[in-house]
Structure formats: C-alpha cells, structure tokens
C-alpha cells in the first residue's frame, strides 16, 4: 500500500490547540482529500487537548522536544517561547508518509492546497516578508527522509540557526540546495509594510491560507471587534469565521431534567470566549437551566425553547443559537434527583441519613399453638386411562386373482410325491417313466389327464386343407407310383422332416412307440404327449436308501457307529502316553535305519522303515480296537504289521512298493502308523487312507 500523504501541524503547548483546531476545519471545510496528522509533545500537553486534537486530526504523533542549546538568538526576535522549535524536525522523521505538507498551527485555510502534494522537489516552501531570499517556515512541502533529519538534527544539537528558531536553520540548510519556491499565496503573511496592501487586494482572490505570524494570535487577542477593520481585520476576520462556524455555540447536553452546557478545551483557550457576555457560552461543568423546563412527555417540535419562535426552531438549532430539546428516548432516562453534586461537596450537615425512604417491612413471630397440619388434596380420579375401541380383526380375504392359474387354484400346498406310489397309467405301459402328477384338493395323487387323446392339441398352423381325406388319399398315391418307379420300397423319397419321416417309416425301426402313432402326411401333425418318449423336465424323486444304508429311525437317530469305542472305555491320557512311546521309537529305529541304508534308493528306505515302525507302532494296539501293553500281544502285532504292509505296498504291481503321497498313512505325515490300522480295522463307514 502506498504511503499517505498528509497535512501535519504542530502543537507543543495547549495554547495553541485553538489555532490546530481553526486549521483542520478550515481544510475539512475547504473540501480537502487528503488526511490530518498532528505531531504533539505529549509530556506537556493536557489530556483535554490531547482528547480534542484526537477527534481533529487523523493521526496524532508523539514526538520528542527538541530545544535549542543556544537559545540566545530566540531574543533577537523577542521569542523565547520558540525555545523548542526544532521539535518541527521531527517532521522530517515521519517516513510513514510519503509527502508532507506542513502548515503552522497558526494558519488558516481559504482553500485546500491539495495540488502541493503534486510538487515532484523534496522540499518547498514560500518567501518569507522579513526576508524574501529566506522561505517562511509556517509552511514547508517535504519528503520525509532519515538521512535529512539525522543532518538536521546534528544542526540544532550545535545550536546552529541565525534566528535560534527552526526557521533560521531550515534557511541555513537549504541556503545551498535549490529548494522550491512556493507562491506567497500558500503562506500569505499580514504585514504593515507598506506595498503589502495595493498588493493584498491584487492578489486577495488567490491567497490559499493565510499565516498569523508573530507573537499575537487570533485566539491570544480575541475578537477583532471595533479594531477589527482594515486589511489585517478581514484576514482576521477569515480565522474568526472559522472559529463561529464549529465553535461559537457551547455544545450543549442533558443531565436530567437540565441542559448542560460544556466549553470545550478550544473554546477555554480562546481569548474571551468563555468569560465574554456576549456569547451563549457555560463554563465548563456549570448547570444551563432553561427558562421552562420540558414537560417530561412533551413533544420536542411543540415544545417553546428559551429564545426561539416555534417556527425558527429548527433553523436556530442548526445555527447553534439555541439548545435542542432532548428527544423522548432522552427524557426517558433521568438521573434520580440529587441534594447535593457528591462529586464536588460533602452532603449539607442537616440532611436526611442515605437510606432514609428505604421501605421497610416487619415480620412478626407466629405464637400460634396449633400443630401444622398438611392439607388435604382431593383424590386424583381412578379411570384416568384410555379405553381402546374394540375392533374385530378382519377375516383374511386373498387379493382379486388376476393369472388363469390363479382361478383354478388347483395347487395348494407342495406335496412330495414318489413315482412308485403312482398309479401306473393304463393305455401307455411302455412309458415307465415318471408322468406329470398333480395333488387334488382332497390331498390324493393323482396323474394329469393326457390331452392329446381327448381333444386335438392346439396347432397354431393348422391347416383347414388336412382334414379333406381325398387330398390325403391322392397324396399317398403319388408316393406310391413314385416309389414305383424307382424301384425303391418306402416313402422315403419325400424329404420329410425328423419326426414325420420316423411315422411315415413301414418298419418302425427308431423307436418302440411307433406302432401306437398315427400315420400322417400333414407337416404340422407332430406327435402326442403319449406317442413320443417321455423326457421328464422334472424327475418325480424315487425313494433311495440314504448314506447311511438305511432309514433313520424315527426319532431321526443315526445307527450306531461301527467300531467305535465306547465313551466310558475311551482313556484319553493312556492314548496319548501310548502315541508317543511308539513315535519316539519309530524315530528312533527310522534313525537307525538312514545310517544302515544311505546307499540304497531312499524311496525304498523309507517304506522298509515304515513297514518296520509300523510293526512297533501298531503292536500297541488291538485288532478290536481297545489298547494293549506295547509288545505284549504279539498276535495282534503280527496282524498289524502285515495289515500295514499291504495298505502301504497296496495296487503297487511287481512287489515295488509305492509311496507317493506324504499324508497317506505315513508315520511321519499325518497318520501315525497305529491310526492307520486302527482306521483299517474299524472297518465299516472308515475309509481307508489309500482308498481316498
Ligand atoms: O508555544 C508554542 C510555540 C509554537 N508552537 C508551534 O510552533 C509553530 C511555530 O510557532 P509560531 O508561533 O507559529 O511562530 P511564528 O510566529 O509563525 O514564527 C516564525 O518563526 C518560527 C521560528 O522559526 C517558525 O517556526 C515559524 O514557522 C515562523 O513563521 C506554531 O505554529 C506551533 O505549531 C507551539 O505549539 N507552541
Ligand atoms: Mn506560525
């Protein structure tokens, strides 16, 4: 964003607030674009001028006073309030600006020089009367620069200014730079020489502010009045008007049912305006009471204001010539009526204690004998619920049928039908296969009536030429003739299509049915339901003996398995101690044996082993199943062993043992040698390993 520019000024003292304030609303009023700012010594100023010169300017800048260290030179002038004016150097501290045109405080706008921030020079400044080869230092267009100010600043730390003021060391420094030089009518300086005035009333038209250079200011003096005329009067003049403009009127307020009128700092410091007659003034905090108060209700148009006409009313509130009365939201509000103003006196010595019209209430102690007794609340009334009206269910209607089958409803629940159970239909006993059934209402199973015998299947093609027998007759001899001739016996020289050249055949010779169906020649006469073989879509179950072999009974209880032990025999720890005596010893011997054999083909090895730990590994087990000492029962290790050896050698042709499979009965896959057996030996549902 880029940096502002500004109008800056200068106020050191409270005194000169009145000028600072005169110079922003001439600029405001003069319609000016640019912003305000103010540098100010805040270790002098009061807060009420600090407070106003908040709410004139757009920025307020705190800078340090710089005095001068030789101050000799201010007397020459007669000045030595401008002991601190190089503290106007801090101007050229301001880099946050990119332009500043610096008025005096001391100065009042007729127009607004906005067109000086438009100067492209860094500095620029107007002649000034005592010595025109001098600029006037009232008025300066500068570019804030640290590296001037730092110069500027190591000047007024020698003391060095021919006029012991920033005016003579501002002409010291730029006496050898080429500073720009101002119209006389940016900084228009009243004076008593004597071609001032032809002068003044040449170029009065042009004059855009207008400097009160010297000792006496404006607001120092007072009102011109009679020695108000003249040139220097109606400069003056211009100062005053601005001063009418937004400070003649003290700016009224309510405080309760009276109008309070306040001076502000501006008006405090200008000479006579707060101690003059002449003015609608208050001193600051006195109580302006109206010659009638406002009727706390009244209407503020209808209301009669001190030193108005009703019908000038308005006009003369806007001219500040009297106090508006306070709208109704106002008089609402008012304070509580006071004796005495707290803030400024101790209470009178006779009057009444603070709380004096307090109300108060006195509560006597209840002497009342009687015990307390509850009182009594009716009984809440007992049918306090919600008779649900009685409504009869509805009786179950089934919806409007809509397809044919559901007219005829002639399937109700599904039924399992066996084909054994069927009647056999008598006219087609070739036909053994199930037939389509169907379940009565009355829950018996009966067939479904073959059509085609009753009445002629529906032929979408039929042909009203079919059924004239003379064609059918001349047809036939035509054949006939043809076959004839060919020397040929059968029909089969009309290409017939599949079905018809199977009817039209003397022999008969595709299918057993064929004697039962009727010979024709028409295209369409495809043969019935009963005369071609059976292809039943859906087979009619037959009833099959289960997995089991058999029936379950009619508990739904399965046989008893064969071969198993009984729970109450089984001893789960003595089974276990038995598999691992046998394992280790299997892995021992299996051992011995991969020492023995390295050299031999290792397939042959491992079944040998096998057959060898099987013999130690199932001799712990019965041929029955129950267990046994290991090595006690040397029968049923016998048939143990040659049990294993023929499930391991088992459909190996040539005595060539063969072990493909890892899992199958291996005592180093999944099987141990004595499960293996024990599997052979139960026999019955058990599925032997080789046999998976
Ligand atoms: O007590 C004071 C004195 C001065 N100022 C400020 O300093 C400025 C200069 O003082 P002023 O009284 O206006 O001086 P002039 O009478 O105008 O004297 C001339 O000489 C001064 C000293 O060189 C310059 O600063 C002025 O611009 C120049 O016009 C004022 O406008 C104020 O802004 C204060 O705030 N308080
Ligand atoms: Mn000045």
């Given at each position: 964003?880029?940096?502002?520019?500004?109008?800056?000024?200068?106020?050191?003292?409270?005194?000169?607030?009145?000028?600072?304030?005169?110079?922003?609303?001439?600029?405001?009023?003069?319609?000016?674009?640019?912003?305000?700012?103010?540098?100010?010594?805040?270790?002098?100023?009061?807060?009420?001028t600090l407070t106003e010169l908040k709410e004139l300017y757009d920025y307020v800048i705190?800078?340090?006073?710089?005095?001068?260290?030789?101050?000799?030179?201010?007397?020459?002038?007669?000045?030595?309030?401008?002991?601190?004016?190089?503290?106007?150097?801090?101007?050229?501290?301001?880099?946050?600006?990119?332009?500043?045109?610096?008025?005096?405080?001391?100065?009042?706008?007729?127009?607004?020089?906005?067109?000086?921030?438009?100067?492209?020079?860094?500095?620029?400044?107007?002649?000034?009367?005592?010595?025109?080869?001098?600029?006037?230092?009232?008025?300066?267009?500068?570019?804030?620069?640290?590296?001037?100010?730092?110069?500027?600043?190591?000047?007024?730390?020698?003391?060095?200014?021919?006029?012991?003021?920033?005016?003579?060391?501002?002409?010291?420094?730029?006496?050898?730079?080429?500073?720009?030089?101002?119209?006389?009518?940016?900084?228009?300086?009243?004076?008593?020489?004597?071609?001032?005035?032809?002068?003044?009333?040449?170029?009065?038209?042009?004059?855009?502010?207008?400097?009160?250079?010297?000792?006496?200011?404006?607001?120092?003096?007072?009102?011109?009045?009679?020695?108000?005329?003249?040139?220097?009067?109606?400069?003056?003049?211009?100062?005053?008007?601005?001063?009418?403009?937004?400070?003649?009127?003290?700016?009224?307020?309510?405080?309760?049912?009276?109008?309070?009128?306040?001076?502000?700092?501006?008006?405090?410091?200008?000479?006579?305006?707060?101690?003059?007659?002449?003015?609608?003034?208050?001193?600051?905090?006195?109580?302006?009471?109206?010659?009638?108060?406002?009727?706390?209700?009244?209407?503020?148009?209808?209301?009669?204001?001190?030193?108005?006409?009703?019908?000038?009313?308005?006009?003369?509130?806007?001219?500040?010539?009297?106090?508006?009365?306070?709208?109704?939201?106002?008089?609402?509000?008012?304070?509580?009526?006071?004796?005495?103003?707290?803030?400024?006196?101790?209470?009178?010595?006779?009057?009444?204690?603070?709380?004096?019209?307090?109300?108060?209430?006195?509560?006597?102690?209840?002497?009342?004998?009687?015990?307390?007794?509850?009182?009594?609340?009716?009984?809440?009334?007992?049918?306090?619920?919600?008779?649900?009206?009685?409504?009869?269910?509805?009786?179950?209607?089934?919806?409007?049928?809509?397809?044919?089958?559901?007219?005829?409803?002639?399937?109700?629940?599904?039924?399992?039908?066996?084909?054994?159970?069927?009647?056999?239909?008598?006219?087609?006993?070739?036909?053994?296969?199930?037939?389509?059934?169907?379940?009565?209402?009355?829950?018996?199973?009966?067939?479904?009536?073959?059509?085609?015998?009753?009445?002629?299947?529906?032929?979408?093609?039929?042909?009203?030429?079919?059924?004239?027998?003379?064609?059918?007759?001349?047809?036939?001899?035509?054949?006939?003739?043809?076959?004839?001739?060919?020397g040929k016996t059968g029909p089969g020289k009309i290409p017939l299509p599949g079905p018809?050249?199977?009817?039209?055949?003397?022999?008969?010779?595709?299918?057993?049915?064929?004697?039962?169906?009727?010979?024709?020649?028409?295209?369409?006469?495809?043969?019935?339901?009963?005369?071609?073989?059976?292809?039943?879509?859906?087979?009619?179950?037959?009833?099959?003996?289960?997995?089991?072999?058999?029936?379950?009974?009619?508990?739904?209880?399965?046989?008893?398995?064969?071969?198993?032990?009984?729970?109450?025999?089984?001893?789960?720890?003595?089974?276990?101690?038995?598999?691992?005596?046998?394992?280790?010893?299997?892995?021992?011997?299996?051992?011995?044996?991969?020492?023995?054999?390295?050299?031999?083909?290792?397939?042959?090895?491992?079944?040998?082993?096998?057959?060898?730990?099987?013999?130690?590994?199932?001799?712990?087990?019965?041929?029955?199943?129950?267990?046994?000492?290991?090595?006690?029962?040397?029968?049923?290790?016998?048939?143990?062993?040659?049990?294993?050896?023929?499930?391991?050698?088992?459909?190996?042709?040539?005595?060539?043992?063969?072990?493909?499979?890892?899992?199958?009965?291996?005592?180093?896959?999944?099987?141990?040698?004595?499960?293996?057996?024990?599997?052979?030996?139960?026999?019955?549902?058990?599925?032997?390993?080789?046999?998976?």
């Open positions: 964003m880029a940096a502002d520019e500004v109008y800056c000024t200068l106020v050191m003292t409270d005194s000169y607030l009145p000028g600072a304030a005169i110079l922003a609303h001439s600029l405001r009023d003069a319609g000016t674009k640019k912003k305000l700012a103010v540098l100010v010594t805040t270790d002098i100023l009061s807060v009420d705190p800078v340090d006073r710089l005095g001068n260290p030789k101050p000799a030179n201010l007397y020459l002038m007669s000045r030595a309030d401008l002991l601190f004016a190089f503290t106007k150097l801090n101007l050229w501290r301001q880099t946050q600006f990119s332009k500043i045109v610096y008025i005096d405080a001391d100065v009042v706008a007729l127009r607004a020089p906005d067109e000086l921030f438009d100067i492209k020079a860094d500095f620029a400044a107007a002649p000034d009367t005592g010595w025109p080869d001098c600029f006037n230092s009232g008025l300066m267009v500068l570019t804030p620069n640290m590296g001037e100010f730092w110069a500027l600043q190591t000047l007024a730390a020698s003391g060095d200014s021919f006029d012991g003021a920033d005016q003579g060391l501002l002409n010291q420094y730029y006496q050898h730079k080429d500073w720009h030089r101002l119209s006389f009518t940016y900084n228009c300086t009243p004076s008593a020489e004597y071609q001032w005035e032809p002068a003044y009333k040449y170029y009065k038209q042009n004059i855009s502010m207008v400097h009160f250079i010297g000792k006496e200011k404006p607001w120092f003096k007072g009102r011109p009045g009679e020695n108000g005329q003249g040139t220097y009067g109606e400069l003056v003049g211009r100062w005053w008007a601005t001063y009418d403009r937004h400070y003649k009127q003290a700016k009224p307020y309510v405080l309760g049912q009276s109008y309070q009128a306040h001076a502000s700092m501006v008006q405090q410091l200008t000479f006579g305006e707060t101690t003059s007659a002449g003015y609608n003034y208050a001193p600051k905090d006195s109580v302006f009471k109206p010659s009638q108060p406002p009727a706390p209700e009244a209407d503020i148009t209808t209301t009669e204001m001190p030193f108005t006409e009703p019908g000038e009313e308005a006009e003369n509130i806007d001219q500040g010539l009297i106090i508006p009365a306070p709208t109704v939201e106002q008089r609402r509000f008012s304070l509580p009526h006071a004796e005495w103003d707290a803030t400024r006196s101790a209470p009178p010595a006779e009057s009444k204690p603070e709380a004096a019209n307090l109300s108060v209430t006195n509560y006597e102690f209840s002497d009342n004998k009687q015990l307390f007794h509850a009182p009594s609340y009716p009984e809440p009334p007992k049918d306090m619920w919600y008779e649900v009206p009685e409504t009869k269910p509805k009786p179950y209607e089934p919806p409007a049928p809509i397809f044919p089958w559901e007219r005829e409803r002639i399937f109700t629940q599904p039924t399992r039908v066996f084909a054994e159970d069927l009647p056999q239909p008598p006219h087609s006993p070739q036909v053994s296969t199930p037939t389509l059934a169907r379940t009565s209402e009355t829950g018996e199973t009966e067939p479904l009536p073959a059509t085609s015998e009753d009445a002629p299947p529906f032929s979408p093609t039929h042909n009203a030429w079919d059924s004239i027998q003379g064609i059918d007759r001349y047809v036939r001899a035509v054949m006939q003739t043809n076959d004839k001739r060919s018809l050249e199977e009817l039209m055949s003397p022999l008969g010779n595709s299918s057993q049915s064929s004697q039962q169906r009727r010979e024709s020649l028409i295209l369409t006469d495809f043969p019935t339901a009963i005369e071609r073989p059976s292809l039943p879509v859906t087979p009619a179950p037959i009833r099959r003996p289960n997995f089991w072999g058999g029936e379950r009974d009619e508990q739904g209880e399965l046989p008893q398995a064969e071969g198993v032990p009984d729970q109450a025999e089984w001893n789960p720890s003595e089974r276990l101690d038995q598999l691992r005596r046998s394992s280790l010893l299997e892995i021992e011997h299996l051992r011995a044996l991969q020492e023995e054999g390295a050299k031999e083909n290792p397939k042959r090895v491992l079944v040998e082993s096998l057959s060898g730990s099987t013999e130690s590994a199932a001799s712990g087990v019965d041929s029955d199943g129950t267990s046994t000492e290991h090595g006690n029962n040397g029968e049923a290790k016998g048939s143990a062993a040659a049990e294993e050896a023929q499930l391991i050698g088992q459909k190996s042709d040539g005595g060539v043992p063969v072990f493909s499979e890892p899992e199958f009965g291996s005592g180093t896959g999944l099987f141990s040698a004595e499960t293996v057996a024990e599997m052979e030996n139960d026999g019955g549902g058990a599925v032997s390993p080789t046999e998976r």
